[in-house]
């Protein structure tokens, strides 16, 4: 019988980041419960980014191998999935999700992994809530520089958050007995936990005592935006404007949640955009049970 490969494939602005660091940070404990988190050829990335980048026929523009050429990669995982005496394997990456227009390459991440019994894991989120995490992350990095509706009606693809077109071909090649599709919903984890989450999606019991956690990527927080977006823009020093930056960051940490939609969007925006994801919501719900 061949061993379980969870293949977590994203998608973003769905904790991922989050859920890797935790499998990175607690790998040896882990191991322990029967549980192998895959490392990654660049130590840099506590997640298997690089593998995504090495199968990918067509690799992101941020796809880096100065660490070492995609044959040396695909060959560091080979040695791992072929030593590894654990039941079940997790690999972890949400660039894996960019394979959505690439029938070929999923094809041979299949070939690849054709040692273990392979389930994909998924999360999707609610669309608004999507693009306003990506806008909020964006903001932040200094990628993006205008208001949300700006930002959607020039810059955003809706294509991002249609997730039963973008799991199309996850379905056709590997089948839906193997796809494990959960929603990112914090309300409803299992014990208000992702991590708890994902490893009650995979039916996987872990007991780790002194288990390490962390945040990653977090956004600027909704009642930041506008100052955030005006320093940014600004043509103050490059070191001041940092700093500045830097301390809205930290300020959002300390204030409240509050609606992201409603404060960013008046009702009509969010009915049309809300409208546009309908028809997918309805095949996500049919297809996989997920309620958006």
Known sequence: MKKKLYLHIGFHKTGTSSLQEFFHNNRKELLKNGVCYIKSFDSRFPANVDLSWAINSNPPPWASFKEGSPSEIISFYNEQLKSNVCDKVIISSEDFCLYDR???????????????????????????????SLYCHAVRAGAVKCDLKTHISGHYKFFAADYHSRLALWLKIFGKENMIIKKYSPKEFVNGSLVDDFFNAIDTKIDIPNAVYSKSNIGTHVWLLKPYINISNSDIDEARKNDLLSSLTKLGKDLPKVDKARYLLDEQDILIFNKAYAEMKNKMLQEYGVEL
Not at 114 to 126: G, L
């Open 102 to 132: 690439q029938p070929e390459t999923i094809k041979n991440l299949k070939h690849y992994l054709s040692d273990y019994d392979v389930k994909v894991v998924a999360y999707i989120r609610d669309p608004l809530e999507f693009v306003i």
